[in-house]
């Protein structure tokens, strides 16, 4: 919010998350609700992504909310989103490392570590309750 006067925060819509996860680990329901309880969060967009959608940028909600800024954190740089073109057409600053430098959690690494502890608590495949 330092950025500016309102926090807006754009998450993907599950159809999204399938496309490049093949799952969804929380719906985004849940995800939208969690973020959305951040006292400095203004406003949550969700994605509107089809099913099987091959567009995996945020461009049209940058099209629709046509923001000032755009902040990225985590591991995202100039080089590696697809919004560039976008921001530079709408005019919109864009921010990177925003955080605390760096990607410091992602939900692929807790599921991760998640399957790594239940494969060795469990290492024949039988199936457990965890």
Same mark, same amino acid.
């Given at each position: 919010?330092?950025?500016?006067?309102?926090?807006?925060?754009?998450?993907?819509?599950?159809?999204?998350?399938?496309?490049?996860?093949?799952?969804?680990?929380?719906?985004?329901?849940?995800?939208? +609700?969690?973020?959305?309880?951040? &006292?400095?969060?203004?406003?949550? =967009?969700?994605?509107?992504? @089809?099913? %099987?959608?091959?567009?995996?940028?945020?461009?049209?909600?940058?099209?629709?909310?046509?923001?000032?800024?755009?902040?990225?954190?985590?591991?995202?740089?100039?080089?590696?989103?697809? +919004?560039?073109?976008?921001?530079? &057409?709408?005019?919109?600053?864009? =921010?990177?490392?925003?955080? @605390?430098? %760096?990607?410091?959690?992602?939900?692929?690494?807790?599921?991760?570590?998640?399957?790594?502890?239940?494969?060795?608590?469990?290492?024949?495949?039988?199936?457990?309750?965890?």
């Amino acid at each position: 919010k330092a950025l500016g006067d309102e926090l807006v925060v754009v998450i993907n819509n599950d159809n999204w998350l399938k496309k490049k996860k093949g799952f969804v680990f929380m719906p985004e329901r849940e995800r939208k +609700e969690l973020i959305a309880a951040v &006292a400095s969060v203004d406003r949550v =967009v969700l994605t509107r992504h @089809k099913e %099987g959608t091959e567009d995996m940028s945020v461009n049209a909600e940058l099209i629709r909310i046509h923001p000032y800024i755009f902040a990225n954190g985590g591991d995202r740089t100039k080089s590696n989103i697809p +919004e560039v073109p976008i921001c530079e &057409a709408i005019g919109c600053k864009m =921010v990177f490392n925003i955080g @605390k430098g %760096g990607k410091i959690q992602s939900s692929s690494w807790l599921l991760s570590k998640y399957a790594e502890v239940k494969k060795k608590k469990n290492p024949r495949g039988s199936k457990s309750r965890v």
